[in-house]
Every structure is written in structure tokens, then in C-alpha cells.
């Protein structure tokens, strides 16, 4: 079910900014070296060619997941996810494009 909103919220992307502003204190809750890597992982998504806000926010919900359980484990980003991170984010970006998701409607009803 979605939240009415109203037309200034819409407009000016208030939910959108407390959002964000809630996982930027997310991110500073998790300590100077995750945060760094937080930093560093923000910086690449928005140039990934994500486009949606729901796609950012979706992407940056589990990557604070990530981290957030990286610092409880005391390991490093790496240690979940692999070396190649740009390749790991690139493909949580590609799950979520519009072209993968015709794709996957395409090849549902073709099936069918």
C-alpha cells in the first residue's frame, strides 16, 4: 500500500532527503573505517547509471546492511562480498535496471 503524499513533498523530495539523510547516519554510526568505505561506495553508485530512487534506495539499504554487518563481525567489506566490489554493486545495479526487468517480463509471458 503506498502513503499518500502530498504535492510539496513530491515536488521538492522530502521523503526522498529524510531518507537519505537516515542512512547517512547509518553509515556514520558504523565507524570511521566503514563509513570511509560507505563513502567510497556512494561516490561509485551515484555515477552507476542508476537512475530511480527507489533503485538508489534499494541498492543503498543493502549495501548499509552490508556493512553493518561487516562491523558487528568485526571483517572487512571484502570478506562478504569479494575483491571485485565495483562488480558486486554493478550487478545490484543491473538487477534492478528497467531493461532486466522487460527482460524478465519477456521471457514470463513467452513461456507462458
Same mark, same amino acid.
Given at each position: 500500500?503506498?502513503?499518500?503524499? *502530498? =504535492?510539496?513533498? #513530491?515536488?521538492?523530495?522530502l !521523503?526522498?532527503? /529524510?531518507?537519505? #539523510?537516515? %542512512?547517512?547516519?547509518?553509515?556514520?554510526a558504523?565507524g570511521?573505517?566503514?563509513?570511509?568505505?560507505?563513502?567510497?561506495? +556512494?561516490?561509485?553508485?551515484?555515477? &552507476?547509471?542508476?537512475? #530511480?530512487?527507489? $533503485?538508489?534506495? %534499494?541498492? %543503498?539499504?543493502? =549495501?548499509? $546492511?552490508?556493512?553493518?554487518?561487516?562491523?558487528?563481525? +568485526? /571483517?572487512?567489506?571484502? $570478506?562478504l =562480498?569479494?575483491?571485485?566490489?565495483?562488480? %558486486? =554493486?554493478?550487478?545490484?545495479?543491473? &538487477?534492478? &535496471?528497467? !531493461? $532486466?526487468?522487460? /527482460? #524478465?517480463?519477456? *521471457?514470463?509471458?513467452?513461456?507462458?
Amino acid at each position: 500500500m503506498t502513503e499518500q503524499r *502530498n =504535492i510539496f513533498d #513530491r515536488m521538492l523530495g522530502l !521523503e526522498e532527503k /529524510r531518507t537519505f #539523510r537516515e %542512512f547517512e547516519v547509518r553509515a556514520k554510526a558504523l565507524g570511521a573505517d566503514y563509513y570511509e568505505d560507505y563513502v567510497q561506495l +556512494k561516490d561509485y553508485i551515484w555515477l &552507476s547509471g542508476a537512475t #530511480r530512487w527507489k $533503485d538508489f534506495k %534499494f541498492i %543503498f539499504d543493502q =549495501i548499509l $546492511d552490508l556493512l553493518e554487518e561487516c562491523a558487528v563481525q +568485526k /571483517r572487512q567489506l571484502t $570478506d562478504l =562480498i569479494g575483491a571485485d566490489v565495483a562488480a %558486486f =554493486i554493478d550487478q545490484m545495479i543491473e &538487477s534492478k &535496471s528497467w !531493461e $532486466d526487468k522487460q /527482460r #524478465r517480463k519477456l *521471457n514470463k509471458a513467452v513461456k507462458k
